[in-house]
């Protein structure tokens, strides 16, 4: 009995070293990332957002964000406002959106950056797998530096 006991006990603290392994491999990339899309300078552009979750679709349809001086300015051509600042991410809040979800150990994500600017291009959270409907997916496209 005692061995077992043992046993359990050092798989389970194996399990837990490999958790923190892939979350500090994660975050490490996300730092990467970050300094890359940092040491680009890059303080205005437009992009395509897109939301992946079970929300309304006026939510999930891809929209067309122009950022100026790193503040959301404009959504599909009009102006932006502000009461519905929780639909939208800017590159950087991207950024730390991924860490603080990162930090809470999701069940599962899948996360890519662009080798170019470094800015994370689609992320994907399901922070608990007994959990229907709290997943959400961002995805940004065509992407493009203004003046």
Same mark, same amino acid.
């Given at each position: ?8 006990? =050092?798989?389970?603290? @194996? %399990?837990? !070293?490999?958790? /923190? ?11 990467? $990332? ?26 999930? =349809?891809?929209?067309? @964000? %122009?950022? !100026?001086?790193? /503040? ?11 009461? $519905? ?63």
């Amino acid at each position: 009995m005692k061995n077992i006991l043992l046993l359990l006990s =050092v798989f389970f603290l @194996l %399990s837990c !070293e490999k958790d /923190r392994v892939e979350l500090d491999s994660e975050l490490d990339r996300l730092a990467t $990332f970050r300094n890359l899309w940092e040491a680009q300078d890059i303080d205005s552009y437009e992009m395509v957002q897109e939301v992946s979750c079970y929300c309304t679709t006026d939510f999930t =349809v891809p929209k067309r @964000l %122009s950022i !100026e001086n790193k /503040r959301l300015v404009a959504v599909n051509g009009g102006p932006f406002e502000e009461q $519905f600042s929780y639909e939208f991410l800017t590159i950087d809040e991207a950024f730390d959106f991924i860490e603080d979800r990162l930090l809470q150990q999701p069940a599962s994500a899948r996360i890519f950056y662009d080798g170019t600017f470094g800015f994370p291009y689609s992320f994907y959270f399901d922070m608990d797998f007994r959990l229907a409907d709290e997943e959400i997916g961002y995805s940004f496209s065509d992407f493009y530096i203004s003046e």
